[in-house]
């Protein structure tokens, strides 16, 4: 995390909320990284709401996109620089329109952080399809934060299955979002594990830090994010090689909990 070159933020420009660009902002300050605003103009988006009515009780027209669309990026872009430049953050934008995978993998790499908005409203409107930005994230990125509206993020809940292929990479992760170091970081781990448990203490010691163990046998999504809610935590870092996240996993979590959710791949 620390060796983090830039944090990418990904919106779609539709369907953007404030909270992803302060949060994408404060983690590029926070690891002294620079932020590069990735804004999709999306017009299917939009097309899924052109027969709803707005909060300002106008029907949406499909030849007003375009000029819709000008405007959600010059919101989108001034929110950012308002944002960087209150925190010193160093940042640039681009707008992607049409298929965005290959603008998308250009020169990513895996040092990069995403903070992707998991946000479901657009224009104020509920919209039934998530982000197309999550269906066509590189895989090349290696760490990805999905960000809800209106969801702080600094007390982390870690969690741990025997078969994590890199835990302490994990750990580090959220032991760098910690607000505060004096604070006990909470640790989930998941399954009879002793050799899990072992190595979770190898890192401590390295590391001098505070944890707050929790051990649970086999658990269901639903019992995962019961212990989350419990905890105090305010946010989850987890690899995506954890099971419960298979299929739909992934989007089950982030409905349960509620919580932003730092995901490493």
Known sequence: MSKSRRVILALDLAARDE?????AVELAARLGAEVLGLFLEDSRLLRSVVRQVSPWGKALEEVHLEAQLQALAAQAQAALEQAARRLG????AQVLRGEPEQALSEGMLQEDIWVIGTASRVMGLT???PSALRLVLPEAARWVLLQPRGRAFRHPMVVLHPQSKQPEAVL???LAWMESRAEPLTVLMLGPGSELAARVQ???GRQGALIRPVHLGAAT???LAQVFERSGCDGLVLGADLPLLEGEGLSRLLTLSRAPLLLMR
């Not at 909270?19 to 949060?23: D, L, V």
């Not at 953050?89 to 640039?92: A, E, I, T, Y």
Request: aromatic share 10%; net charge negative; hydrophobic share 50%.
């Open 127 to 129: 919209v039934p399809t």
């Open 89 to 92: 953050v160093s940042w640039r």
């Open 221 to 223: 999504l639903e019992q």
């Open 202 to 204: 190898a890192w401590q």
């Open 172 to 174: 580090d992760a959220a």
């Open 19 to 23: 909270e992803s660009i302060t949060a």
